[in-house]
């Protein structure tokens, strides 16, 4: 693999394919976003598909089209249920390991927020698709970062925080609205941008909120830590920006950007 599009998945976690299968109901996922791109012919790239929720839910499709799961992780891609027309295959998305043009439609739901060079994942996503096919590819805008009213010194934490990260590891939370330019730069035409609200917190969040994004920031302590120095400025920051959370005044958003692209040449 060529180390300079080498990634590592910061939320991995032995409670990770958990936290992954309950953020989606994957039959209302399907239904609600990609039902309408699929037929009985139809060939599905799943890149970065977690415990393979969405891929399993494509396959009891009626018109059982035929679907390939990738994951980096091999733990995950040998807990994905293999079946007739379901085949998962441990594979970096920098990376994908099939030849060009061999997919009908190719989608993938929270992984470019993680990926370090974000245009070569779409740039690998464009290849394998087929002339005609069409690009599904699914993010979150704005996350740990919207509030108001604003605590300005919070504020300057969390996005000093953030900017590390993302400098680290290469996750972006404002991924989603870059999202457009990297399909228009890739070539793929016809696009389509949907936004709609994804985490909407006003007022007192509510105790299964609060233990979520709790769990969620537990396992960025370790990069907090490098970032501030010690492991208690890390569980200060996430005590902060979890009680402000808790008043009963604020307001917390992030968007959901879905978008779509048809590969013409």
Known sequence: MNKCYATHYIMESPTENNRLACKVNPHSFVNKYLINYISKKSTILDVGCGPGNISQALGMLPNMPTVVPIDISTKRITEVRKSQNISPVAANAYEIPFKSNSFDFVFSRFLIEYMKNPNRMISEMYRVCKKDGRLFIQDLDGQFL????????????????????????????????????????????????????????????????????????????PYMTKYFGSEQEANKLKKDYLDYLLIEETFTFSNLISVTGIKVT
Do not use: M
């Open 146 to 221: 919207n509030h108001y009213p604003v605590d300005t010194q919070l504020q300057k934490r969390v996005e000093s925080f953030l900017d590390f990260l993302r400098i680290e590891t290469g996750f972006d939370p404002n991924i989603g609205r870059k999202l457009y330019k990297y399909l228009f730069s890739n070539g793929f035409k016809n696009i389509n941008v949907e936004v709609e609200a994804y985490h909407k917190f006003f007022g007192k969040i509510s105790n299964d909120d609060y233990l979520y994004l709790s769990n969620k920031i537990d396992v960025l302590i």
